[in-house]
C-alpha cells in the first residue's frame, strides 16, 4: 500500500470535486463575499408596534 502524501491528495479531491461541481464554488464565494458586505451595511432599523 502506499502512502501519499496529505496535501496532494486534499488537493486531488478538491479538483475532482469542482470539476463535479463547477458551481459549487461559484455558489460558495458569492456566499462569502454577500456575508462580508453585508458586516458593512449600517444596521436595518425596524419598527416594532
Known amino acids: 500500500m502506499k502512502v501519499s502524501d496529505p496535501y496532494i491528495e486534499f488537493t486531488q479531491n478538491l479538483?475532482?470535486?469542482l470539476k463535479k461541481y463547477p458551481d459549487l464554488i461559484t455558489m460558495t464565494l458569492s456566499n462569502i463575499f454577500t456575508?462580508?458586505?453585508n458586516h458593512f451595511l449600517p444596521p436595518v432599523i425596524t419598527?416594532?408596534?
Open 15 to 17: 479538483k475532482c470535486l
Open 47 to 49: 419598527k416594532h408596534w
Open 35 to 37: 456575508m462580508r458586505n
